[in-house]
């Protein structure tokens, strides 16, 4: 994780891998050390032999002799790079969904709405509260049955990305004229689990 070998490491202070604006926390840490509590989990930086920065998730509790006497604090580290660019890359596919000017629109398996963003709730009239979990084909009316089964085949994943032209239904009762963009949402393992319209 940090690239140095035990015999670089054993009898130098902790700072060593430890970025010197971080060098309060590990003053923190020795405090709950040295009275005996342990330190949960929490994401922090600390610094590889080459200099460069790793997040980490570190966990410290006290090492205590036979009579209870703490002698020294025992540190789990896991690397978390991954796991924080998931979650940004989630962030940023979040704000592109909220920001985008069409309306996207998520399905899951059962053909309920998982996703409605801003561009959604303006153009069909339902707020994000009012339309998740509701059936895609209630909040947002397939027109007729050979819609239906458009929309079913994409939900199921059987079907590629189809675009066309419908008639839907505003809150108000208005009729809309939108293209529609529908294609099969995959899972992590590639298996449909739902549809994506826009």
Same mark, same amino acid.
């Given at each position: 994780? /940090?690239?140095?070998?035990?015999h670089?490491?054993?009898?130098? =202070?902790?700072?060593t891998?430890?970025?010197?604006?971080?060098?309060?926390?590990?003053?923190?840490?020795?405090?709950?050390?040295l009275?005996?509590?342990?330190?949960? =989990? /929490?994401?922090?930086?600390?610094?590889?032999?080459?200099?460069?920065?790793?997040?980490?998730?570190?966990?410290?509790? =006290?090492?205590?002799?036979?009579?209870?006497?703490?002698?020294?604090?025992?540190?789990?580290?896991?690397?978390?790079?991954?796991?924080?660019?998931?979650?940004?890359?989630?962030?940023?596919?979040?704000?592109?969904?909220?920001?985008?000017a069409?309306?996207?629109?998520?399905?899951d398996?059962?053909?309920?709405?998982?996703?409605?963003?801003?561009?959604a709730?303006?153009?069909?009239g /339902?707020s994000?509260? *009012?339309?998740?979990?509701?059936?895609?084909?209630?909040?947002?009316?397939?027109?007729d049955?050979?819609?239906?089964v458009?929309?079913?085949?994409?939900?199921?994943?059987?079907?590629?990305?189809?675009?066309y032209?419908?008639?839907?239904?505003?809150?108000?009762?208005? *009729?809309?004229?939108v293209?529609?963009?529908?294609?099969?949402?995959?899972?992590?393992d590639?298996? =449909?689990?739902?549809?994506?319209?826009?």
């Amino acid at each position: 994780l /940090y690239g140095y070998t035990a015999h670089e490491m054993v009898g130098r =202070p902790i700072e060593t891998i430890v970025p010197e604006e971080l060098f309060g926390e590990t003053q923190f840490i020795l405090r709950e050390v040295l009275q005996g509590r342990a330190v949960a =989990p /929490y994401d922090t930086e600390r610094l590889t032999k080459d200099g460069r920065r790793v997040a980490v998730s570190i966990a410290v509790s =006290p090492l205590l002799d036979a009579s209870g006497k703490v002698i020294g604090a025992s540190t789990i580290a896991r690397d978390i790079t991954e796991r924080l660019a998931a979650e940004a890359d989630r962030v940023w596919t979040q704000r592109l969904i909220e920001q985008s000017a069409d309306a996207i629109i998520a399905l899951d398996a059962d053909a309920r709405i998982t996703t409605w963003n801003p561009a959604a709730e303006q153009l069909f009239g /339902y707020s994000a509260a *009012e339309a998740m979990g509701q059936l895609g084909t209630d909040v947002a009316a397939a027109a007729d049955s050979q819609e239906q089964v458009e929309v079913s085949a994409a939900v199921l994943g059987a079907g590629a990305t189809r675009r066309y032209e419908a008639k839907r239904r505003h809150r108000d009762g208005s *009729e809309l004229t939108v293209q529609i963009s529908i294609g099969p949402l995959t899972g992590p393992d590639g298996s =449909p689990n739902g549809a994506v319209v826009s």
